[in-house]
């Protein structure tokens, strides 16, 4: 496995669109998407189909439930 770039070890939301394959009618490389907290430093992920809906939500669903909230 290829090490991190850089800037995918910083907070915040960090986001792969995937390579769909035209020829093939086929996911190449499946989206993923992953969440880094700036302040506990959780990481939470998801992948395919599951990228939208986690996009638009995880800062919401992290900050209601992160353990460094005050
Ligand atoms: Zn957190």
């Known amino acids: 496995?290829?090490?991190l770039w850089?800037?995918?070890t910083l907070p915040g939301l960090h986001v792969d669109?995937?390579?769909w394959n035209t020829k093939?009618?086929?996911w190449?490389?499946?989206p993923t998407a992953d969440y880094r907290c700036g302040r506990c430093g959780d990481i939470e992920s998801a992948?395919?189909?599951a990228v939208?809906?986690?996009v638009s939500t995880i800062h919401r669903i992290h900050r209601a439930a992160c353990p460094s909230r005050a």
């Open 47 to 49: 992948s395919g189909d």
């Open 17 to 19: 669109m995937g390579q």
């Open 28 to 30: 190449a490389r499946f």
């Open 52 to 54: 939208a809906a986690f």
């Open 6 to 8: 850089p800037p995918a």
């Open 1 to 3: 496995m290829a090490a």
């Open 24 to 26: 093939a009618a086929r």
